[in-house]
């Protein structure tokens, strides 16, 4: 069997921190009938909850029966599913084998699996649903290795062909009856720092995606860090919502520090019904990307520019009184004067908590955000009323938070301070180099993409650019893949341009055009929800929604967008102004290869798709 190799940077003083691979064994010893989990019972509308003994014995047995089916320290089990408890029932039972965990995005198609498969070498994977299952029975048919599917969801149809797949729950009797758990105690007795813990696949937006190798010293070393940056605002008794897949670094390694932390984890199983279930669950805690946030931020706009004159200057007023108290004052570590601190309680009771209430956050403690630029009108609007964003960024392959916001003395536009332990620096071309315990030693089975990774004393190059204040904030500027020059030698962000976009309540996505072309323009992709509103406010009798081709290509609507996106751009210098844009009547998709399975689009792809539109933007 091939040998993995080691991490080489621990951190050793982390004693407090349990090892995941006994974080439920440990758990159970202490509190054994403490809540760990809670999720959503679709067929009853409730949620129901697991403790640490459940917790406990599940992955135990899971344990067994992985060993049953010859899994060994260092191979790696496939989990493809949306987010399940027996995710991490099965994620844990890998660890106390000092086996691999390889996470699979619940939306890949076929063909990526069988590349994540073929490249892991998986040959027992776990499913979640329907739509797992079909994929991975499809892979289960070609020649990439995989041997077992187990699958989570009873109510999964099999192929009538399918004689080798098992459901959860006969894989769980498997392992009760195997009389194997001795050496699962053994082998978890025996796991370490130096165990390689997960092969997180990147998304891929240039390419094949590559195998992010994170060792269980990796998870100590950020659960350690943010032990440090997040003193005095966590504590016991609170829940945090699973709502990013647990594919997604920032969601995993939140989850798992929340369980050591003695954080409930509320599991959301379906992203589309997040709406539903924050309010239902009404969580301390969730990561997210500044997606959510800014459709938070658009439907609380939205909401208020249908109040009354009365209520527009009482919503004025208390926003003014919140930018004041928190962004003045609480931000720069300040104690506000009395009558101000007067006048925030009574908008903060009369105003700020109704609005919190509405989107099921009333009892917010920390909403860690990445992934992605968050504008500072959002977060400004966000903090002034008392929504604790703690915006932040991170790679997989830094196990998540590279940095984020501080407790006092974060800055706008800002992505925070580093955490403890990292070493940062940045390069002649601006970009951002990292070394430090939390930092991946490479790519799974790439040795060309690690040394091209990795500088000659051992930095981990980003990929992004940006640069320190004086007091140790850091600022992205821009992704120096996705940054383009026009043919008049003027460099684009692209990503500040179509965030800013994004940010109008009528536009829900924008593709940026520009490299090497005289003028900038844009592919935008509409809010189609709020179409039909605009053709009765336009006026608008002779169309229908229903031919949303058409009512894009009406020259009153693109008027309207338009005068929307000269708004959104009148403080933008010129060169970064768009000229001409095209309303597209159908969404970016994966399916099309559009879009990664973490939502980010794939530029040249989409660039390839709509090369005809794109073109026509620039002839004469």
Known sequence: ??????????????????????????????????????????????????????????????????????????????????NKPECLFCETAAYALRAVAVPLYATSTTAQIEYIIKDAAIQVIFVGEQYQYD?????????????????????????????????????????????????????????????????????????????????????????????????????????SMSFLPMTHILEKAWAYYCLENDIRVDINLRPTDIQMTIKEARPCMMCSVPRFWEKVYAGIQDALAGYGPFMQK???YALNIGKRY?????????????????????VSLTVFSKIKKTVGIENGVLFPTAGAKLSDEVCLFMRSIGIPICYGYGLTESTATVACFDRYHWKVGSVGTLIEGLQARIDENGEILLKGPTITPGYYHQ??????????????????????????????????????????????????????????????????????????????????????????????SDLSADDMAACLRDPR??????????????????????????????????EKGELTNTLKTKRKVI???YIDQINQMYEL
């Open 557 to 590: 609507v693109h008027h309207f967008f338009e005068d929307r996106i000269r708004l959104v751009q009148k403080d933008m210098a010129g060169f970064e102004q768009i000229r001409r844009f095209v309303l597209l009547p159908e969404k970016f998709s994966m």
């Open 607 to 609: 660039y390839e798709h």
């Open 447 to 540: 040795p060309q993409a690690n040394e091209e990774s990795f500088t000659s004393d051992g930095f981990f190059r980003t990929g992004d650019a940006g640069y320190f204040d004086e007091e140790g904030h850091l600022f992205l500027t821009d992704r120096l893949k996705d940054l383009f020059k026009t043919s008049n030698g003027k460099y684009i962000v692209p990503q500040n341009i179509e965030t800013a976009l994004s940010n109008d309540r009528y536009i829900e996505e924008a593709v940026i055009v520009g490299d090497q072309r005289k003028f900038v323009s844009a592919l935008i992709i509409p809010d189609y929800h709020e179409i039909p509103k605009l053709l009765e406010k336009l006026g608008i």
């Open 1 to 82: 069997m091939e040998s993995l190799p080691t991490c080489a940077i621990f951190v050793s003083d982390m004693t407090n921190i349990i090892h995941l691979a006994r974080l439920a064994q440990g758990k159970a010893a202490q509190s054994p009938h403490q809540t760990a989990l809670r999720y959503r019972d679709y067929k009853v509308s409730q949620w129901k909850s697991i403790d640490w003994q459940h917790f406990d014995r599940i992955s135990a047995i899971a344990a067994a029966a992985l060993l049953e089916q010859g899994v060994a320290p260092e191979e790696r089990i496939g989990i493809f599913s949306q």
């Open 135 to 239: 994929r991975a029975f499809e892979a289960l048919q070609g020649d990439c290795g995989l041997r077992q599917i187990v699958i989570f969801d009873p109510e999964v149809r099999l192929h009538r062909n399918d004689q080798s797949s098992v459901y959860f729950n006969r894989f769980l009797n498997i392992g009760s009856l195997s009389g194997r758990q001795q050496e699962v105690e053994t082998l978890r007795e025996a796991c370490s720092d130096e165990d390689l813990a997960n092969i997180l696949y990147t998304s891929g937006t240039t390419g094949n995606p590559k195998g992010v190798m994170l060792y269980h010293g990796n998870f100590r070393a950020i659960f350690e860090a943010m032990n440090l940056k997040l003193e005095g605002i966590i504590g016991k008794n609170q829940s």
């Open 326 to 346: 928190n962004i003045d004052y609480q931000r720069n570590g300040k104690k506000a004067p009395w009558l101000l601190d007067l006048r925030y309680r009574l």
């Open 314 to 316: 009482v919503m004025h």
